[in-house]
């Protein structure tokens, strides 16, 4: 049976892959910089709670970076110097999508993530045991989500002017993603092949993109936009 | 034997006392704003190092804020409702001691978690079991002092100006968390109650502040100050 990674895939990258460093590497600085857009987003919270849900979910994000700070450090990696290549791309991604309301922030947490979740747990499923089990890991949805869902749906709701730019919003978040994707997989040629490698070949990965685009919408349903 | 918080102390308050509830509320919205005073502070960080050290400060007082939440659901009290009236001091006490450079943030979360730290310890050995469990918990150091201990005695070695500058800011962030306790306490009917009952009497509650100056004076040490 050929591996085809929408079917069930079996483990195709060897652990010991340069690709894994950086996969990690890039999912390390992914989690402290929603960690810092997280917390200063908060800052529009408009009640103690809003505050707290968002400090509750950028701390869940530092508790995955110490388990990828951890296994890096197992692989002799220093995780900073590894991390470096990857900070432009992400504060760039973050820059051009700063939240300009509070609503804008939950929808950012909650595409945001999930788009990243969508990726990262495709590319998984052909990795070898323990290095699939760490990515599983730090992507596992909080429970905080609910939050989100709850108090985007009621405002969107309750206004079509509101769902009308949030809609606009969630579309720009997807259309930045893949910007800084592309800039990543063109300048980081190992994570580049671990990628392809993953998905098997080019047509497979153009299928992964409309998955992730088939999951984006369902996300921005769960939130009442369309 | 007299019961006397000097020596060892026993239990005199029952977890039912109301000081409890109050006590938990004032501890939980410590955390909250200290985690965003953090990860505002961050933004002064030199080096990527210094960015994740503190956020993964912010990211444990999280942890102690669920804790905390965890209790007062437990008693049956809305966090949000009870954490409401410790709000101001708390946003009056970060206020008048904003960092104003990266070592002073470092200095602000060493010392200011400390003094907290002891007086809440103080108090903790005189509350019953569970109770005296959760204060200890959520105040318990984490290894991110080591972080800054480092930084800032080697900053401080180099430079006799920044050790002035430095010795003068700890003084102040003394003064700044008494005139704010002073304040909490003049306004919590059962928070103040339950702290006399805890030290016994006002005698003992002037042997505290001076054990908690003596503690200050040990931190101060620690960092290269006097």
Excluded: C
Aim: charged share 25%.
């Amino acid at each position: 049976m050929a591996s085809n990674v929408s079917e069930s895939p079996v483990p195709t990258i060897s652990s010991d892959d340069p690709g894994v460093t950086e996969l990690f590497a890039l999912l390390a600085y992914g989690e402290i910089s929603a960690f810092y857009r997280l917390s200063a987003d908060a800052a529009k919270a408009p009640d103690l709670r809003g505050k707290v849900a968002l400090a509750s979910m950028a701390a869940a994000e530092m508790g995955h970076y110490e388990r990828l700070q951890e296994a890096l450090e197992r692989r002799g990696v220093d995780i900073y110097q590894a991390m470096e290549p990857y900070v432009q791309a992400l504060e760039d991604y973050h820059a051009s999508t700063t939240p300009s309301t509070w609503l804008e922030s939950l929808v950012k947490a909650y595409i945001g993530d999930g788009l990243a979740a969508d990726f990262y747990r495709e590319i998984a499923g052909t990795l070898s045991g323990e290095v699939a089990e760490i990515v599983r890991e730090v992507l596992s949805e909080t429970a905080h989500s609910t939050f989100v869902v709850d108090e985007v749906s009621k405002a969107v709701a309750a206004s079509p002017q509101t769902k009308a730019r949030l809609t606009l919003w969630g579309r720009r978040l997807l259309g930045e993603a893949i910007t800084q994707a592309q800039y990543v997989a063109a300048r980081r040629e190992e994570l580049a092949d671990l990628v392809l490698a993953a998905v098997g070949d080019i047509n497979h990965l153009v299928e992964l993109f409309d998955r992730m685009q088939e999951q984006h919408e369902v996300r921005m349903e769960a939130l009442g936009l369309v």
